[in-house]
């Protein structure tokens, strides 16, 4: 990387660390400041930063990034919890995300009659995954009753690693199109992808988490050294998974999952970790994608792309949240609510660098377009609306009386690490 590119992201870095506290709960998110920030860096604005998307320490990035967010946002999830108290975030992942898949892909062959079923249901699965860091605002406004706000977190933290295999799925189909011999013999390599990648995950997060334990009750293991354990872990799994012939992203998603149901003690190493190198891998993904890719995608931009874009960020998350939820006795402002918090950002982004980029799918062009040009309407609309919808549903919950959104739920960490106060309502 060239001396100018490195010295404008650097102080950019270090110019937004020295403001970060006044941003916070405004319209200004990291995400959106750091897409804007890239793209007038990039050669859609100044043309100050090279950064070449093919570029392998683009993808080294890329990949460490992914792993370390698929295993710690398992981690930080309870699923005692899950299954004993939030009831929501359970409906949204195994009832809303597939039927999101399912409305994103019909959507896709009404837009875009060119694409294989296969391609456009690869978009689906691509925009499927949600950020909640992009309505950063919502999930730490205490306005907002505990339950939806932990509703939106827990979604974000789980279903980037429930669309992977889909997305790995339909990648591959969309690539080998109607050729029946590749097809058997890929399906012989996704078989092995997707049970020797889980199989590792489960062994390595399991034993990792009573070693780590044992280390800690023994005063084995000093606390700084343990944040360093707990990301070697995240990326011995991915590591071993792939050797073996499995799915290393799969594997580190189980295994981080694994981990943090397993282990006992506090995982205050995993939480530091997120507020910082978490933060920062975060803020330089959104650089990369504001100075490499959205510089691409407008250049592809047509209304096609744009109308599936709008639809994707309402019509086609907002309508399966709402048919999840039935039953539950919620408002129709909190349906509303949680079908507008469907933020895409990280996951889509990381998804696109590492897994289309290195697809030979016949519409890959047009398919990293919509998705990128999601992603950056969502960073716009979701961060400006993020301050002022959490205050006006968090004055209507006020208002509501005994119903089911203040259901008292206990809380749980958010991807940014933010803890919050802990009670056992």
Known sequence: MELLSL?????????????????????????????????????????LAA????????????EFTLILVLF?????????????DHDLPVRMLLAGL???????????????????????????ALLAPTDAALGQAVVAAKIVPVRIRQAINIESGLNDGIALPAVLLLAAMASIGHDATQASDWVRFGLLQVT???????????????????????????????????????????????????????????GGMVFGHSVRNPCTFLFEFMETEGQLLMLI???????????????????????????????????PIGLSLLGTSLRPPSYLFLGWFGPRGLASILFVLLILEESDVPHR?????????????????????????????????????ECEEIKPVKEMPLREGLLPNNNDQ
């Open 365 to 401: 062009d047009a398919l990293l377009s919509v998705t990128v040009v999601t992603v950056a309407l969502s960073a716009l609309l979701h961060g400006i609306s993020a301050a002022p919808f959490a205050r006006i549903y968090g004055q209507l919950a006020s208002r509501m009386g």
């Open 7 to 47: 010295a404008s992201i650097t102080g950019g870095l270090l110019l937004y660390s020295l403001v970060s506290g006044r941003l916070q709960g405004t319209i200004l998110t990291a995400p959106l400041i750091f897409i804007v920030f890239g793209y007038t860096l990039g050669p859609g604005g100044f043309n």
């Open 98 to 124: 597939p039927l999101t898949m399912v409305a994103g892909t019909l959507v896709a062959t009404w837009v875009f009659p060119s694409f294989s079923i296969w391609e456009a249901a690869l978009l689906a």
């Open 51 to 62: 950064v070449d998307v093919g570029h392998s320490a683009i993808h080294v990035i890329a």
């Open 285 to 319: 993904t959104f650089l990369i994608f504001g100075a490499a890719l959205l510089p691409e995608a407008v250049d592809h931009l047509s209304p096609a792309v744009f109308l599936y874009a709008i639809l994707s960020l309402t019509v086609i998350r907002m309508v």
């Open 196 to 254: 020797l990648g889980p199989i590792a995950g489960i062994v390595i997060g399991y034993v990792g988490a009573r070693l780590l334990d044992t280390a800690i009750e023994r005063g084995l293991s000093s606390s700084a050294f343990q944040g360093i354990g707990i990301l070697s872990l995240a990326v011995f799994t991915y590591v071993v998974a792939e050797l073996v012939g499995g799915n290393g992203f799969i594997a580190a998603f189980i």
């Open 72 to 84: 710690t946002d398992a981690a930080r999830i309870d699923l005692n919890r899950v299954r004993k």
